[in-house]
């Protein structure tokens, strides 16, 4: 294996290694910046974060494993909970929640670093996870609808390019579908004249990706504390899915570089690296990060896993983040490429959870498998769709809403615990190719 495989960066010389780390760079970006366009928050400060907060986890792995750190997709349903149109001034208090969250996973980390990886995990089984991960992308679809609505023609040139690159592209673009769904119809509508360039124009080539009123740190001394713990109690329960798909990613990128990640640097160390970096970034108003599937399958592709040529393309996405022309072109991007794009996206997140059912093999003939999984969809969509959109809670001056996801994953994580006749073992392997439990 070592023969046919490129490891050290002295073999490729840098020419290669600038071009290589640029392909990792568009292969993470179609999806990184459609979170900030999807949220409101800031793209340039999105850019930043996932090149810092990636070269972070690589300090804390030892420089060993090959990820990207990109934006999360399953922090959408948190975002829009408490800013629903994207709203300035209640996007800092998500950006708390979602803060919380990261510290989650140190104590995840703590927790796999004491007792082991397969004992804790047997608290998060697919039975909780995969309906979860299901209820997050059920819970956005609404919204995909209401953007698409802004022009149908050109939602359904994203949809249809999206989907001929997901199916029949090759080599590197069939690894960046979401990007090509956005540059096609993106192009589309700016002939057919459906974008306003106005603000690019005006838009300087370089400034500072951060703006203080975007961060926690503008809530002080102006915080609204009832809003505030709602936004905690509400966003940080969706570590537990973003935590197993944490894993799975490790899991996959094992299995591509064939090297035990899991036991070397160890679990504990990833978790850490994604968990403080999605913690840093949310205190300056980017959003949560996540291992990427995607540079993992240009790993795949390309046969070289050195993680320099990661590093590479975090360091490319810093550089972009100071150009706010470049955010503003994307901030041009109308509303039809992003219902688009978002329609596909929101369906595939909970095709990830019924995935996670199949691959794993959940008996769905278990009645306590049956009333576990009834019990998170049920509470997770019954409570989004109904008219508060929360179950709130009033003690002495203090309001407290819990979301639908929060409800159902603690529900779903206490229920799964307390019946009897659990069957779920965690385990990873490399000698199918296959690690299990692996990300959609």
């Given at each position: 294996?070592?023969?046919?495989?490129?490891?050290?960066?002295?073999?490729l010389?840098?020419?290669?290694?600038?071009?290589?780390?640029?392909?990792?760079?568009?292969?993470?970006?179609?999806?990184?910046?459609?979170?900030?366009?999807?949220?409101?928050?800031?793209?340039?400060?999105?850019?930043?974060?996932?090149?810092?907060?990636?070269?972070?986890?690589h300090?804390?792995?030892?420089g060993?494993v090959?990820?990207?750190?990109?934006?999360s997709?399953?922090?959408l349903?948190?975002?829009?909970?408490?800013?629903?149109?994207?709203?300035?001034?209640?996007?800092?208090?998500?950006?708390?929640?979602?803060?919380?969250?990261?510290?989650?996973?140190?104590?995840?980390?703590?927790?796999?670093k004491?007792?082991?990886?397969?004992?804790?995990m047997?608290?998060?089984?697919?039975?909780?996870?995969?309906?979860?991960?299901?209820?997050?992308?059920?819970?956005?679809?609404?919204?995909?609808?209401?953007?698409?609505?802004?022009?149908?023609?050109?939602?359904?040139?994203?949809?249809?390019?999206?989907?001929?690159f997901?199916?029949?592209?090759?080599?590197?673009?069939?690894?960046?579908?979401?990007?090509?769904?956005?540059?096609?119809?993106?192009?589309?509508?700016?002939?057919?004249?459906?974008?306003?360039?106005?603000?690019?124009?005006?838009?300087?080539?370089?400034?500072?990706?951060?703006?203080?009123?975007?961060?926690?740190f503008?809530?002080?001394g102006?915080?609204d504390?009832?809003?505030?713990?709602?936004?905690?109690?509400?966003?940080?329960?969706?570590?537990?899915?973003?935590?197993?798909?944490?894993i799975?990613?490790?899991?996959?990128?094992?299995?591509?570089?064939?090297e035990?990640?899991?036991?070397d640097?160890g679990?504990?160390?990833?978790?850490?690296?994604d968990?403080?970096?999605?913690?840093?970034?949310?205190?300056f108003?980017?959003p949560?990060?996540?291992?990427?599937?995607?540079?993992?399958?240009?790993?795949?592709?390309t046969k070289?896993?050195?993680?320099?040529?990661?590093?590479?393309?975090?360091?490319?996405?810093?550089?972009?983040?100071?150009?706010?022309?470049?955010?503003a072109?994307?901030?041009?991007?109308?509303?039809?490429?992003?219902?688009?794009?978002?329609?596909?996206?929101?369906g595939?997140?909970?095709?990830?959870?019924?995935?996670?059912?199949?691959?794993?093999h959940?008996?769905?003939?278990?009645?306590?498998?049956?009333?576990?999984?009834?019990?998170?969809?049920?509470?997770?969509?019954?409570i989004?769709?109904?008219?508060?959109?929360?179950?709130?809670?009033?003690?002495?001056?203090?309001?407290?809403?819990?979301?639908?996801?929060?409800?159902?994953?603690?529900?779903?994580?206490?229920?799964?615990?307390?019946?009897?006749g659990?069957?779920?073992?965690?385990s990873?392997?490399?000698?199918?190719?296959?690690?299990?439990?692996k990300?959609?």
């Amino acid at each position: 294996m070592e023969n046919q495989v490129i490891r050290d960066a002295r073999k490729l010389g840098a020419p290669k290694m600038l071009i290589l780390g640029l392909q990792h760079m568009f292969a993470m970006f179609g999806a990184t910046i459609l979170v900030p366009t999807l949220t409101g928050l800031s793209i340039s400060a999105t850019l930043l974060f996932a090149g810092l907060a990636t070269l972070l986890f690589h300090f804390l792995a030892k420089g060993k494993v090959p990820a990207f750190l990109g934006s999360s997709f399953a922090y959408l349903a948190g975002y829009a909970a408490i800013a629903p149109n994207g709203e300035a001034e209640l996007l800092p208090y998500a950006c708390v929640g979602v803060a919380c969250s990261g510290l989650l996973y140190l104590i995840l980390a703590a927790l796999v670093k004491k007792f082991g990886t397969q004992r804790v995990m047997s608290f998060f089984p697919p039975i909780v996870t995969g309906p979860i991960i299901i209820c997050i992308g059920l819970t956005l679809a609404n919204s995909a609808i209401n953007n698409c609505t802004g022009n149908w023609l050109i939602a359904l040139v994203a949809i249809v390019t999206v989907i001929f690159f997901n199916i029949w592209g090759k080599g590197m673009f069939k690894i960046i579908p979401i990007l090509m769904g956005v540059l096609v119809s993106y192009v589309f509508a700016a002939v057919i004249g459906k974008v306003d360039f106005s603000g690019v124009a005006a838009a300087p080539w370089i400034g500072l990706p951060v703006k203080f009123e975007n961060t926690v740190f503008s809530l002080i001394g102006n915080c609204d504390g009832n809003l505030l713990i709602s936004a905690i109690i509400a966003i940080m329960p969706i570590a537990l899915a973003t935590m197993i798909e944490h894993i799975g990613d490790i899991c996959a990128i094992s299995s591509t570089v064939d090297e035990n990640f899991i036991e070397d640097p160890g679990l504990h160390r990833t978790l850490m690296g994604d968990g403080i970096g999605t913690a840093v970034a949310s205190l300056f108003g980017a959003p949560a990060n996540t291992t990427y599937g995607e540079n993992t399958g240009v790993l795949a592709l390309t046969k070289v896993y050195d993680p320099a040529v990661i590093r590479l393309a975090a360091i490319y996405a810093i550089i972009v983040s100071f150009c706010p022309k470049f955010s503003a072109l994307i901030g041009a991007m109308p509303t039809g490429t992003i219902g688009g794009v978002s329609l596909i996206l929101y369906g595939m997140i909970s095709s990830i959870g019924v995935r996670n059912l199949v691959e794993n093999h959940v008996d769905l003939s278990k009645s306590r498998n049956v009333i576990v999984a009834s019990l998170i969809m049920s509470l997770a969509l019954g409570i989004a769709f109904s008219s508060a959109g929360a179950v709130i809670f009033n003690i002495g001056s203090v309001q407290l809403k819990f979301s639908g996801l929060a409800v159902a994953a603690v529900v779903g994580v206490a229920v799964n615990a307390i019946l009897p006749g659990k069957d779920y073992t965690f385990s990873h392997t490399y000698s199918s190719g296959k690690p299990k439990p692996k990300k959609g």
